[in-house]
Nanobody, 114 residues
């Protein structure tokens, strides 16, 4: 199982960015995919999940600004981020749990500049 996160970059406050997580080795319709964020000086924190069955959930602090979606044909899960704030700066990683093992992508850096 491999996860490849990409799409990060530098964006201004109030801007939008979409990061993608391409999954190989398993299907996202079999195992749910979650996005996490690690900000400078903090531990990695859960942001959103798209469950295998189609349900999605977004952490309360970013609800209304962040949205998670997926493309089944591409086996890819997206995190759409809007109205970005400086505190959204961090490394965004995707993760999947399969047969009791959690797999992680390498992460993609999002920097929100003021």
């Amino acid at each position: 199982v491999q996860l490849q996160a990409y799409g990060g970059g530098l964006v201004q406050v109030g801007g939008s960015l979409r990061v993608s997580c391409v999954v190989s080795g398993t299907l996202i319709t079999t195992n749910g995919v979650a996005w996490y964020r690690q900000t400078p000086g903090s531990q990695r924190a859960w942001i959103a999940t798209f469950a295998a069955g189609g349900a999605s959930n977004v952490e309360d602090s970013v609800k209304g600004r962040f949205d998670i979606s997926r493309d089944i044909d591409a086996n890819t899960v997206f995190l759409q981020m809007m109205r970005l704030k400086p505190e959204d700066t961090g490394v965004y990683s995707c993760s999947i749990m399969r047969r009791g093992v959690r797999y992680w992508g390498q992460g993609t850096l999002v920097t929100v500049s003021s």
